[in-house]
């Protein structure tokens, strides 16, 4: 089977193809004019990906040409309306023009099968979705092969205030590192003392995550002592995110008897959570995955693949699927 898949929930213009399970394109156009706003203007977003989609669609086909397509997958929700409208409006008219089906994909589940594009996991799995706009914990499970037709989700914890991701660009401006903000926090972490401010993790009862504590501890700090190293700060804080992710992880990995982690999401591009995951789940006896980094951040690979699944399982979308800003993950 030969997907276009496409996604433009935030600000990423992505299109991919795929033939099976094997990537044959992934682009990702990334807008970085939102840096000097210091966050994603939702309608600038929309309006950029609507300038480059057709562009960056005829790239992703040129290795199969738009004739062997035999479906589409695009990402319906959650994310920026407006940039979703452009994506799942883009990828309608191709459907219909083309005369091949369409599936619409929830962008947290398109995260989650980028854990597929490189690994094998065989049984169920605990799987932390960490990006900008989520951070939730999933149990994923599943039968025998790779892409097996008993796939469900049941969504253990969320964040019950910022998402990870969004914690390291709020601190990133704090830092004066612009946006988006978790690479520039990790590259000044790593001259900095993990150990020089203690800031409060995550110790919630049930499997749920809190940043938003953090986040404030780290403003709270930084008037307090304006003359902080910037580098002890951000080192400091990456770990205090670092250890609540990893800490309620395995919490509920202990607690649920799972014995495999997935970690998908823009924020597992850090190489310091990925160092904590793989040690402490080594020392715990689990498994850890996580998929290539290139498609950690948002891309339309993972859409395909996870289209791909459910078009193999019969499932179709109608033309009249809507956009949805808070599309949850739909528990089964
Ligand atoms: O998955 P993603 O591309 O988009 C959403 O679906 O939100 O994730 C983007 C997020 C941003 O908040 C960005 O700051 C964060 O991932 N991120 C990182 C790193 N690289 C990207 N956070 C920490 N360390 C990194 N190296
Ligand atoms: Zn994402």
Do not use: W
């Not at 605990?126 to 499970?141: D, N, P």
């Not at 033309?319 to 993950?329: D, E, K, Q, W």
């Amino acid at each position: 089977m030969i997907l276009l898949g496409i996604d433009t929930s935030c600000d990423d213009t992505s299109a991919a193809c795929i033939k099976n399970d094997k990537v044959l394109s992934n682009i990702v156009f990334s807008q970085l004019f939102h840096s000097k706003y210091g966050g994603v203007m939702p309608e600038l977003a929309a309006r950029d990906h609507i300038k480059n989609i057709s562009t960056i669609v005829q790239n992703a086909v040129k290795p199969v040409g738009l004739d062997k397509l035999d479906a589409i997958a695009v990402t319906y929700g959650p994310g920026l309306i407006g940039s979703l409208l452009v994506g799942l409006s883009f990828a309608k008219s191709l459907s219909a023009s083309l005369k091949i089906p369409l599936y619409a994909v929830n962008h947290i589940e398109g995260h989650i099968f980028s854990l597929f594009i490189n690994n094998n996991i065989k049984s169920q799995f605990l799987c932390l979705v960490v990006s900008g706009g989520h951070t939730e914990l999933v149990l994923v499970k599943k039968g025998g092969d790779k892409y097996s037709k008993k796939l469900s989700y049941k969504t253990i914890g969320s964040t019950v205030d910022d998402a990870a991701g969004e914690a390291f660009d709020k601190v990133a401006r704090m830092l004066g590192l612009g946006y988006p903000g978790g690479k520039a926090v990790e590259i000044l972490a790593k001259k900095g003392n993990k150990k020089a401010v203690n800031f409060p993790r995550t110790d919630l009862k049930n499997y749920n995550f809190s940043f938003s504590g953090i986040k404030t501890a780290v403003l709270y700090y930084l008037k307090k002592n304006p003359q902080a190293k910037s580098e002890d700060v951000a080192a400091s804080f990456q770990e205090a995110v670092v250890d609540s992710l990893v800490n309620q992880t395995l919490k509920a990995a202990a607690k649920l008897e799972v014995n495999n982690i997935g970690v998908v999401g823009g924020v597992i591009k850090n190489n310091r959570l990925r160092q904590k995951f793989t040690e402490t789940a080594e020392l715990n006896k689990i498994k850890v995955f996580f998929p290539k980094h290139e498609f950690s951040t948002d891309n339309a690979a993972m859409v395909a693949l996870c289209a791909r699944h459910h078009l193999e399982n019969g499932k179709i979308s109608p033309l009249t699927v809507r956009a949805s800003s808070r599309a949850p993950l739909i528990d089964n």
